[in-house]
């Protein structure tokens, strides 16, 4: 586990990657009181497959520049769910469908979506 201001900063950077190309409807769910997997999930949506890949590669790249290292990444070869474990923040960037079909947020709606980034 890291400290929770790390974890905070990384959301944080991760959000602004996701912005920085154009995401749609990202969500960001705090889950620290409900899971041991991970403190949030960031939940984000691109147009097509090239989008989708481009927001994996941008989120890897700033967090990389900041010192943090993916765990692991799973589903950039078909890139419509691809998921991105940065231990205590997990990242799932879909395509419209796949988001639909799988409703993540629903799944766990008993966590607190945070609405506004900068009230971390």
Known sequence: MQDNTKVK????????????????DISV?????????????IIASGE???????????????????GYECRQIEGKQSANWILMDYNDVI???????????????RIWKDGRKVVDIEEL
């Not at 769910?29 to 999930?41: C, E, K, P, R, T």
């Not at 097509?48 to 900041?66: G, H, M, P, S």
């Not at 990242?91 to 947020?105: A, G, M, S």
């Open 9 to 24: 900063e990384l959301v944080k950077l991760c959000y602004k990657a996701l912005t920085e190309k154009k995401a749609s």
């Open 29 to 41: 769910i705090d889950i620290s009181g409900l899971s041991v997997v991970a403190d949030y999930f």
């Open 48 to 66: 097509n497959v090239r989008q989708t890949e481009a927001l994996c590669d941008n989120v890897e790249e700033v967090l990389y520049k900041a």
């Open 91 to 105: 990242v799932h960037i879909f395509d419209k469908e796949n988001r639909l079909f799988y409703d993540i947020e």
